[in-house]
């Protein structure tokens, strides 16, 4: 059982290039959700979603999408990178509203 | 506004002695409150919720409404709880409101 798996771990670009971060749970969760974590800064929510073909943002959403095709799978865009976005992203899914969240290994972003 | 506090970024004990890792949170409704640990080299992971009301690893966290507290607490502190420990408030559109973190230091 890998729960939620992310790729990359790692990843530099460069100003403008555009890349998605993966992110798939094999838990059959419902919902699924994508943060970014700067240093020393908890994590703050990018967008989120609560089931296939249903998404919405949180707290940081500019610069981002997604998209929810299936339940298991939950990828982040980003179109036109800038340095601003240089984070870590954590994906995480649950079970439902309110129930603890499974967090993947996260993706080191750096932007040159 | 809805907001989780940590204020302290590290917290430092020798290895037996007490530790009590603090949150305050500013929320108008009813909180439900977690709080979560990431060990060196491993994944963020669920570590109590306030409505289980358990002990984890020796770690317990009550919720007090009239301090709008969530202090996590551990009588005698191990080497192996060294950690960043996030509070996290989940609000009623679903989603978790994270703290800053502390790390949790603890020397032998």
């Known amino acids: 059982n890998a729960g939620v798996t992310q790729t990359p771990k790692f990843r530099i670009l460069k100003i403008g290039q555009s890349m998605t971060l993966q992110c798939t749970q094999d838990?059959?969760?419902?919902?699924m959700y994508w943060y970014r974590q700067d240093p020393g800064m908890g994590l703050k929510l990018i967008y989120y979603?609560?089931?296939?073909?249903?998404?919405d943002k949180g707290e940081v959403p500019n610069g981002y999408n997604v998209s929810r095709s299936t339940t298991e799978d939950f990828p982040l865009r980003l179109e036109l990178a800038a340095p601003s976005q240089t984070s870590v992203y954590f994906c995480?899914?649950?079970?439902?509203?309110?129930?603890?969240?499974?967090f993947g290994d996260g993706t080191r972003l750096s932007i040159l | 506004a809805q907001r989780v506090t940590q204020p302290e970024k590290l917290l430092s004990v020798f290895k037996g002695a007490p530790v009590e890792l603090k949150c305050n949170y500013s929320?108008?409704?009813?909180?439900?409150l977690f709080w979560y640990v990431q060990y060196s080299r491993q994944r963020l992971q669920l570590l109590l919720r306030h409505i289980s009301r358990e002990s984890i690893k020796g770690f317990t966290a009550d919720l007090n409404k009239g301090e709008t507290s969530f202090h996590l607490k551990k009588p005698f502190a191990q080497e192996e709880d060294s950690a960043m420990y996030y509070c996290a408030l989940h609000n009623q559109g679903g989603k978790l409101i994270f703290g800053q973190g502390t790390e949790l230091s603890v020397k032998p």
């Open positions: 979603s609560v089931g296939a073909g249903i998404t």
């Open positions: 838990m059959n969760h419902n919902y």
């Open positions: 929320y108008s409704g009813s909180p439900e």
């Open positions: 995480a899914s649950s079970r439902g509203e309110g129930q603890p969240q499974h």
